[in-house]
Antibody
Framework: QVQLQQWGAGLLKPSETLSLTCAFN????????WIWIRQPPGKGLEWIGE???????NYNPSLKSRVTISLDTSKKQFSLRLSSVTAADTAVYYC????????????WGQGTLVTVSP | QSALTQPPSASGSPGQSVTISCSGT?????????VSWYQQHPGKAPKLMIY???KRPSGVPDRFSGSKSGNTASLTVSGLQAEDEADYYC??????????FGGGTKLTVL
C-alpha cells in the first residue's frame, strides 16, 4: 500500500523560498505523477503542480513562475520549492500521487502547515 | 481558471440522502469524465471518495455515488451517517494538464 510522509519548514518570512519534501513507500516510483496541493486556512484546495519519474512536469499557471517540483528517484522522494513567498502562500501543503493515466489523487500525505509572517 | 462552483453548505438528517453539486464549464467538468470527489474531516488530509465521475475506490461505502450532467457533476450520499459530516471537494481535469478544485461544501448531519 502506497504511503506518503512529508516534512519541511513551517515558518517563513516574506520573500523566502518554501521547501517541502515528501517520501514515498510501498511500491514502485514509476508510472506515477507526484503532486503538490495546498489549502489556505479555512479555504479550499488548490492544485500546485506535478511531476512524473520521466521528468515531465505540469504546473498551475497562476503559480508556474515561482514553483519547482523535483524528484530524487534513488530516495523515492519528491520536493516542492516555491520562491518569493508572501502571506498569501500561508497554507497547509499536501503531497499526493496519481497513476500516470488517471486523474484522481490518492493517496495523500499528512499535510504541512506553512506560515509566512514577517 | 476559476474554481468549480459548489454550494457552501448542505445538510440532512441521519438516514436521508443529500446531493452536492459541482458546476463548471465545457472546458472542465463538461469536457472530460475526470471528475473526482474528496472527503475531508477537520484537521485531516482529504480522502478520495469518487473518481472518473462515478467510480468508487475500494473501501468506500456504496452509499456514496457520483454522476454528471452537462457541466455539472454531483455527489450523492445516501443513508446519511454521523461520520459523513465533513467537507467535500470536487476536482476536474481542465485540459492542458491542469486540474481545478471546487470551493468545497460543508456537509452537516443534523
Amino acid at each position: 500500500q502506497v504511503q506518503l510522509q512529508q516534512w519541511g519548514a513551517g515558518l517563513l518570512k516574506p520573500s523566502e523560498t518554501l521547501s517541502l519534501t515528501c517520501a514515498f513507500n510501498g511500491g514502485s516510483f514509476s508510472n506515477y505523477y507526484w503532486i503538490w496541493i495546498r489549502q489556505p486556512p479555512g479555504k479550499g484546495l488548490e492544485w500546485i503542480g506535478e511531476m512524473n519519474d520521466s521528468g515531465r512536469s505540469n504546473y498551475n499557471p497562476s503559480l508556474k513562475s515561482r514553483v519547482t517540483i523535483s524528484l530524487d528517484t534513488s530516495k523515492k522522494q519528491f520536493s516542492l520549492r516555491l520562491s518569493s513567498v508572501t502571506a498569501a502562500d500561508t497554507a497547509v501543503y499536501y503531497c499526493a500521487s496519481r497513476r500516470e493515466y488517471s486523474f484522481e489523487f490518492d493517496p495523500w500525505g499528512q499535510g504541512t502547515l506553512v506560515t509566512v509572517s514577517p | 481558471q476559476s474554481a468549480l462552483t459548489q454550494p457552501p453548505s448542505a445538510s440532512g438528517s441521519p438516514g436521508q440522502s443529500v446531493t452536492i453539486s459541482c458546476s463548471g464549464t465545457s472546458s472542465d467538468v463538461g469536457g472530460y469524465d475526470y471528475v473526482s470527489w474528496y472527503q475531508q474531516h477537520p484537521g485531516k488530509a482529504p480522502k478520495l471518495m469518487i473518481y472518473e465521475v462515478n467510480k468508487r475506490p475500494s473501501g468506500v461505502p456504496d452509499r456514496f455515488s457520483g454522476s454528471k450532467s452537462g457541466n455539472t457533476a454531483s455527489l450523492t450520499v445516501s443513508g446519511l451517517q454521523a461520520e459523513d459530516e465533513a467537507d467535500y471537494y470536487c476536482c476536474s481535469y481542465a485540459g492542458s494538464n491542469n486540474k481545478i478544485f471546487g470551493g468545497g461544501t460543508k456537509l452537516t448531519v443534523l
